[in-house]
């Protein structure tokens, strides 16, 4: 491949891929929401049961580095394409969310501290 | 902003964002597969009373729209702090499996029937 | 099987069986959360393409019901592994939730139009 | 209350909630699936920055105990109306996967080693 790898090309492969199989029907935003969380959901499957170092090591195991890898295809493909059906620019999104965060949660200083433990956002 | 927004750019604003709060111990790979699969049920969740139709027009609300786009946001910012504790390429990921698809799922030719319906791989 | 089924019985089953395998070690209430997510989400999987239409004749299938059968078993056995962990009685839980949504969300009287759509709690 | 609490009740209760509301056209077995994930993924959602120790504490706070319980509750709730509609039995969809189960992952006897670790079924 000669031209680099950039988010806006893959969505326009991810396109052609389901109209060349006349899935375009199935591809509502609802329909695509739910098979992004879907994939989202067999990525923690295969963190299910493992303790915080267990999953810190995953990447070592070539069979589970697969398979994580693949997950983090089938989430990043189905967002690209709930995107691309509802006209959402997902690098502009997140951008703002990034701005909007350092409003909302100041970084410490340094006479900050430890105790007022902050829990990252959700 | 002057440089273009890319997706490793953004992920080094993000590293940076949880490092100033000091928020990497909670970004356990563990961790961070469960928030992007909660973030992804919040965008179901948009969904999960409406009708196929009613879900194509969620854009055309101001206040939907931009719950939808602020959810795309943490969807993302998720997966690229996961990919960059793991040390995963989410557009190498993406393209290999694009490619592993197309093998997978043949495109049918203009002679295969309506009747041979091949639903969206899972 | 002469005794009726009910929960609790069902519940203690469970428990023997996590503790034949010595399985409590996985079986913390953040990993038994996750399992839930993750069942819950096989459950979705199924209709995640279905029409509301089609997504109401799943049972007719032998196949694709039996399917259904097992995700339902699977969610309903992680949600009581997660209650008797933390001490949870869901059947307390469930009519106390009852109770509080028929004050949150008073039935119409029959004087209401059908223009006020009340969408589902969620 | 008089009559002890048990599943079918609490499903009739539920039924008549979304009844006297006319929220059946809503209650679609696909968007119930949804619903259900999404509530798994609020209960995921408190425990998502939390180590296993401290995971298992959250009872001992009263307010987090409170969000619990009623995440719980919600499960519960989307679970019995899923099976209400699609006529699915969950206590005897339990019995048979427990059954299932037993033949799947025999306990292992008292002379196999501790190195032989399960991981529990997913």
Same sequence: chains 1, 2, 3, 4.
Wanted: glycine share 4%; net charge negative.
């Amino acid at each position: 491949m000669t031209e680099p790898l950039d988010l806006a090309r893959l969505q326009r492969r991810l396109a052609a891929f389901a109209a060349a199989r006349n899935w375009q029907p199935y591809h509502t935003p609802k329909n695509l929401a739910a098979a992004l969380s879907v994939e989202a959901s067999e990525l923690v499957e295969i963190f299910q049961w493992l303790t915080p170092e267990e999953s810190a090591r995953v990447m070592a195991d070539p069979g589970t580095a697969h398979r994580v890898t693949d997950e983090v295809a089938d989430v990043l493909a189905y967002l690209l394409q709930f995107c691309d059906v509802l006209g959402i620019d997902p690098l502009t999104a997140l951008d703002a969310k990034i701005a909007r965060n350092e409003q909302r949660f100041p970084a410490p200083g340094p006479e900050d501290g430890a105790q007022d433990r902050q829990l990252p956002e959700s």
